[in-house]
């Protein structure tokens, strides 16, 4: 649904921030102008102040779990999700699996 034409340069939307930590998630509304990127959306919502361990120079970012970029234009109603960086590499751990002769949990051979 298209917004009627005369809105002015000061319009709000709302967008949601999230994060998540094994022992703390966190969902933040955050109010930015129209235009406004997924970089300004998580710097308004101050979630590196919360979360110094985030790395916003290297943080790998998505809307509704697709990977963005920061200079992604938002719009309403977006959730912008920061990611953590993975413990592990999944496939090395599906190949170590493999050749200790574990079957997989899920559609793999042994089952």
Known sequence: MRMPEGGGADERI??????????????????VPRGATVA???????IAERFPEIDLREA?????GKHTRMDTELRAKDRVEIYRPLIADPKEVR?????????????????
């Open 14 to 31: 709302v967008v949601e921030v999230a994060y998540a930590r094994p022992d703390v998630q966190v969902v933040l509304p955050v109010q």
């Open 95 to 111: 190949r170590q699996r493999a050749a200790q002769g574990k079957p997989t949990k899920k559609g793999g051979a042994g089952n």
């Open 40 to 46: 300004d959306a998580v710097q308004e919502s101050g």
């Open 60 to 64: 790998k970012v998505g809307i509704f």
